[in-house]
T-cell receptor
Framework: GNSVTQMEGPVTLSEEAFLTINCTYTATGYPSLFWYVQYPGEGLQLLLKATKADDKGSNKGFEATYRKETTSFHLEKGSVQVSDSAVYFCALSPLKTSYGKLTFGQGTILTVHP | NAGVTQTPKFRVLKTGQSMTLLCAQDMNHEYMYWYRQDPGMGLRLIHYSVGEGTTAKGEVPDGYNVSRLKKQNFLLGLESAAPSQTSVYFC????????????FGPGTRLTVL
């Protein structure tokens, strides 16, 4: 079956530090990959996505590259801000046969201190 | 354009009580989903719908029922609540399957005593 594994959290950083949150997946075929973010007290919202190998998704300074050879989709940001404090979820959708269903990782809590 | 809304935002039930959670979307999306979020487990799919009048089971459907009588609404029912159903419930919708974004509601926090 499909699965997503994220690095254990929580992650605590100082403002302007470099961020990496690891994500690896198991899936048949060529899934689409997503990062969703959940700010305190809110629902999830899409941060970025990639639909095929070697694609790079980017948004708000965050980036992630779809690496088929390592089945990974690690999230990076060069300089985090306090406002980036949130829970980050890696997810996959197998496409076509899955009716858009998402499989999520367990989530990584990020706290950024001034 | 309100997006995806959920009612209620909070609810406390006693074991054995029933309730219905309402999800509404005003984006004319075909696909709708109900997830539960538990600490350390991410989001897990309960049920989903690919169009008005259709429903299907997700990963953790036991103890829940759903209905999609109108395209814009997706109801999640608990017939006899159990403490194991204490969770945060999220509804989501998307225009179609594939690489499209899922749009999430703000969530319903349910506690079963």
């Amino acid at each position: 079956g499909n699965s997503v594994t994220q690095m254990e959290g929580p992650v605590t950083l100082s403002e302007e530090a470099f961020l990496t949150i690891n994500c690896t997946y198991t899936a048949t075929g060529y899934p689409s990959l997503f990062w969703y973010v959940q700010y305190p007290g809110e629902g999830l919202q899409l941060l970025l996505k990639a639909t095929k190998a070697d694609d790079k998704g980017s948004n708000k300074g965050f980036e992630a590259t779809y690496r088929k050879e390592t089945t990974s989709f690690h999230l990076e940001k060069g300089s985090v801000q306090v406002s980036d404090s949130a829970v980050y979820f890696c997810a996959l959708s197998p496409l076509k046969t899955s009716y858009g269903k998402l499989t999520f990782g367990q989530g990584t809590i990020l706290t950024v201190h001034p | 354009n309100a997006g995806v809304t959920q009612t209620p935002k909070f609810r406390v039930l006693k074991t054995g009580q029933s309730m219905t959670l309402l999800c509404a979307q005003d984006m004319n999306h075909e696909y709708m989903y109900w997830y539960r979020q538990d600490p350390g487990m991410g989001l897990r799919l309960i049920h989903y719908s690919v169009g008005e009048g259709t429903t299907a089971k997700g990963e953790v459907p036991d103890g829940y029922n759903v209905s999609r009588l109108k395209k814009q609404n997706f109801l999640l029912g608990l017939e006899s609540a159990a403490p194991s159903q204490t969770s945060v419930y999220f509804c989501a919708s998307t225009p179609r399957a594939g690489a499209d974004t899922q749009y999430f509601g703000p969530g319903t926090r349910l506690t079963v005593l």
